[in-house]
């Protein structure tokens, strides 16, 4: 069992930024970042595999970006010019094992309890 605990979420103006963390209670070459709004489906935001290969939603494409310290075992993603429709709640998950090319639509393992994100216009 890996445990996974968010934190760095909050509140911000529209063209802010945010910078989450998932610390995570052992290292996963296979992570990801998804988010659910409120009366609306889960959906991956950010993903990272082996060799840091990435993968992004293309609503998030050159604004978001994902990040891994293993030394840390926290994953990180800086969020840049907020949108309001970036207001979410925002999940850390996590495989058992590592993945080739990181994707968005694997069936990750673990999951964090969420932070929350609200992104004001």
């Known amino acids: 069992q890996v445990q996974l605990v968010e934190s760095g979420g909050g509140s911000a103006q529209a063209g802010g930024s945010l910078r989450l963390s998932c610390a995570a209670g052992?290292?996963?070459?296979?992570m990801a970042w998804f988010r659910q709004a409120t009366g609306k489906e889960r959906e991956g935001v950010a993903a990272?595999?082996?060799?840091?290969?990435?993968r992004y939603a293309d609503s998030v494409k050159g604004r978001f970006t994902i990040s891994q310290d293993n030394a840390k075992r926290t994953l990180y993603l800086q969020m840049n010019n907020l949108r309001p429709e970036d207001t979410a709640m925002y999940y850390c998950?996590?495989?058992?094992?590592?993945?080739?090319?990181?994707?968005?639509?694997?069936?990750?393992?673990?999951w964090g309890h969420g932070t929350q994100v609200t992104v004001s216009s």
């Open positions: 998950a996590a495989r058992r094992v590592g993945c080739i090319p990181a994707s968005l639509h694997y069936n990750y393992d673990y």
């Open positions: 052992a290292v996963s070459t296979c």
């Open positions: 990272v595999g082996v060799a840091g290969s990435t």
